[in-house]
């Protein structure tokens, strides 16, 4: 069975930094290629940054600079390090993960992140 579990969120203020973690079980993890996503009230889910089996990174032009992802095979885990919060950052962020030879993607529940003075 696959899991993807986020931790990590929570309450910041502007200008703070949050990092979220996402633990993987049930997954060929090395060679999935995982990211987050984000989606704020009242607004569509969108991807946030990718990272590839590769090494390789794609972020959003907003979070670009100030967000960084990264990962630790030996622990099945996937980390989203923010940093220079806004409170535009505000949403629920989800982990996702995806088999790039099954072409099977999974989701986790999310965690809220609520960027605010």
């Known amino acids: 069975q696959v899991q993807l579990v986020e931790s990590g969120g929570g309450l910041v203020q502007p200008g703070g930094s949050l990092r979220l973690s996402c633990a993987a079980s049930?997954?060929?993890?090395?060679?999935?290629?995982m990211g987050w996503y984000r989606q704020a009230p009242g607004k569509q889910r969108d991807l946030v940054a990718t990272l590839h089996s590769s090494g390789s990174t794609n972020y959003v032009d907003s979070v670009r600079g100030r967000f960084t992802i990264s990962r630790d095979n030996a622990k099945n885990t996937v980390y989203l390090q923010m940093n220079s919060l806004k409170p535009e950052d505000t949403a629920v962020y989800s982990c996702?993960?995806?088999?790039?030879?099954?072409?099977?993607?999974?989701w986790g529940q999310g965690t809220q992140v609520t960027v605010s003075s």
């Open positions: 996702y993960a995806h088999n790039p030879i099954t072409r099977t993607q999974w």
């Open positions: 049930g997954i060929r993890f090395s060679i999935a290629t």
